[in-house]
């Protein structure tokens, strides 16, 4: 049984977008706001057989819909002649403002089920798919209905001075949404009526509540149920990091200024002011600048988390019983972005701008959280993406580079890659001269450059930081391979991490070294 901790996390993080949609329906804000709470209410006992089996989303705004013609008359009605949304931020004479004046004005002039799909789908941030359910409609007429609105949208003369640079849809609904005001998410009110309704005495108290959300970190509605892996405990002790980059050995985390100590972990992505990692029972866990820990949910132990130090995201694939479910989480906000069903044997790739990168078996996938759908191409060994540059797995041992600003494909031999994170660079693993040889190519022309190590060192681990210099903790081989053998990974002596510039050819420094002893080293990717 659920302690109510992932409902109420849910509701912190979708009550704004609920009741902005509500009002952008038409609906008053005492009204959309009570509405909010009752429809929350309501679907709170069903909670934990929907977050198992089916869509909490569709569920909640759903309910909520059902609930708005329900307000008893001091809180408002629906069918009430209301003041234009102008009225509500008079104390705001912000551009967006004027840009909210100007969506209600066109949604006004739109049929309701139309104005209802336009809504959903572009304020709540609801899918083409779970809008249709929640307005129990067949697809077709959803996507219909959203194009002939945007039609009647787009064509309007007000835009042109608004939006200068054209009508974006998802711009316009989230801009002009931020200006409604709503109050801070009533969790007690709301698992107070439903304990109500339930005839249950138990008493749900803010500060219960508010705790639990607190010490769990706003746990996702996705994940971080009690019942799986729990946070490591960990030691937190100030040291300031040699390296300009985040780094993992001998079961300590080293941060810019304090040294964590967790049990291994698999992989890392640096995003906000400190790492997101998976580790080995599949745990994801946010690691603040201080420190801290946070429990953000659970992922496929063999799947990586992939991130964006640019827009504070991160995303993973949380596994379920019949399909598993791709997880994109703001950590600087707190909250959940988007979610959607992935069939088993996705892999996220990579967090590039606001695009989500991942791989099903054939299949490639583009995801844009806040804009729709994911497009597909044919595939499935996309191995790399940053700043909009390509990299696919071709035939096992080359890799197929796609630069689309200078409409440009290059094959290089490689296996894996890590890209920087502008796409000018790119490094790989090959085996000539010798198994594991790592290899730098500049990602536009294919050339390869020195990577400015020596020909006995083995580079373990490697990443490239927010500069563009590439990082690698570097071992010494102990015995050269005979020839037709494979590498012998036996090495010597500490392992190095050398940080090292390509503009004008390698320009490397040793950062610190030290003995590892204790697992497998990790750098962020």
């Not at 991160?314 to 479910?325: I, K, N």
């Not at 031999?413 to 010798?434: H, N, V």
């Not at 294919?446 to 083995?458: A, H, M, P, Y």
């Amino acid at each position: 049984m659920s302690d109510g901790s992932d409902f109420a996390a849910f509701m912190v993080a979708r009550w704004p977008a609920l009741v902005r949609s509500l009002v952008l329906l038409g609906h008053e804000p005492e009204s959309a706001d009570e509405a909010a709470v009752a429809g929350l209410a309501r679907c709170q006992p069903s909670w934990d057989r929907v977050r198992d089996d089916g869509d909490v989303e569709a569920l909640a705004y759903r309910a909520v819909l059902e609930q708005v013609d329900r307000v008893t008359p001091e809180h408002g009605h629906a069918d009430a002649d209301h003041p234009p949304l102008l009225d509500l931020v008079l104390s705001d004479r912000s551009e967006r403002v004027e840009l909210l004046a100007g969506l209600e004005k066109g949604l006004s002039g739109l049929p309701e089920d139309v104005r209802s799909v336009l809504v959903l789908r572009f304020a709540a941030g609801l899918g083409a798919d779970q809008v249709a359910g929640v307005l129990a409609q067949p697809i077709v007429a959803v996507k219909e209905q959203e194009r002939r609105g945007l039609l009647h949208l787009s064509g309007a003369a007000e835009w042109a001075r608004l939006r200068p640079g054209g009508f974006d849809a998802i711009g316009v609904f989230l801009d002009a949404g931020d200006v409604i005001p709503v109050r801070n998410p009533p969790v007690d009110d709301v698992l107070g009526r439903a304990a109500a309704a339930r005839q249950r005495r138990r008493r749900w108290g803010a500060g219960a509540v508010v705790a639990v959300v607190v010490v769990l970190g706003v746990w996702t509605w996705l994940g971080s149920r009690p019942s799986g892996p729990q946070l490591p405990e960990s030691v937190v002790t100030q040291a300031r990091n040699p390296a300009n980059i985040e780094w993992y050995a001998n079961r300590a985390l080293h941060l810019p200024d304090v040294t964590v100590e967790v049990p291994q972990i698999s992989d890392m992505v640096q995003v906000a002011d400190g790492v997101v990692y998976g580790d080995e029972d599949g745990l994801v866990v946010q690691v603040r600048g201080d420190g801290s820990l946070v429990k953000l949910g659970e992922t496929v132990p063999d799947k990586p988390v992939v991130g964006s130090t640019e827009r504070g995201w991160v995303a993973w694939v949380q596994p379920g019983e019949t399909v598993d479910r791709l997880v994109v989480r703001d950590v600087v906000q707190g909250e959940v972005v988007a979610s959607r069903s992935v069939a088993k044997g996705a892999t996220p790739v990579a967090l590039d701008s606001d695009k989500v990168l991942y791989t099903t078996p054939g299949r490639d996938w583009t995801w844009q959280p806040l804009a729709g759908e994911p497009t597909w191409t044919r595939g499935g060994d996309l191995v790399d993406v940053a700043s909009g540059v390509r990299v696919s797995q071709v035939d096992g041992d080359r890799l197929r580079i796609v630069q689309p600003l200078f409409d440009v494909v290059v094959t290089v031999p490689g296996r894996g890659a890590i890209l920087s994170s502008d796409g000018d660079y790119l490094l790989t693993r090959i085996d000539e001269p010798d198994p594991q040889t790592v290899v730098l190519y500049n990602a536009a022309s294919g050339d390869v450059l020195d990577v400015g190590l020596g020909r006995e060192e083995v580079a373990v681990a490697a990443a490239f930081d927010a500069e563009g210099a590439a990082t690698f903790l570097v071992e010494h081989r102990a015995n050269e391979p005979e020839p037709g053998q494979d590498l012998r990974l036996s090495t010597t002596g500490p392992t190095i991490m050398r940080s090292c510039e390509f503009e004008f050819g390698p320009d490397c420094v040793t950062m610190t070294q030290f003995a590892s002893n204790a697992g497998v080293p990790v750098l962020p990717h």
